[in-house]
């Protein structure tokens, strides 16, 4: 993941929308692929949960 975007996440977790229940989405912008992560408030983490290629079936997501 680009350095500056992580960096992004990391710092402002909560600018990024959210997509599924509390599973926030940022889009990377050099290739085309989606980050889905959580925010942990209480131990205040950002959870990856995937990275997923925007090309691909929107279903695979459903399924993780």
Request: without cysteine; hydrophobic residues 40%.
């Amino acid at each position: 993941m680009p350095a500056k975007k992580a960096k992004f996440i990391r710092q402002n977790p909560k600018a990024v929308a959210i997509r599924y229940k509390d599973t926030h989405t940022a889009l990377l912008d050099t290739f085309p692929y989606m980050i889905h992560f959580t925010v942990d408030d209480d131990k205040k983490l950002v959870i990856i949960s995937a990275v997923l290629s925007t090309h691909r079936d929107p279903d695979i997501w459903a399924d993780r």
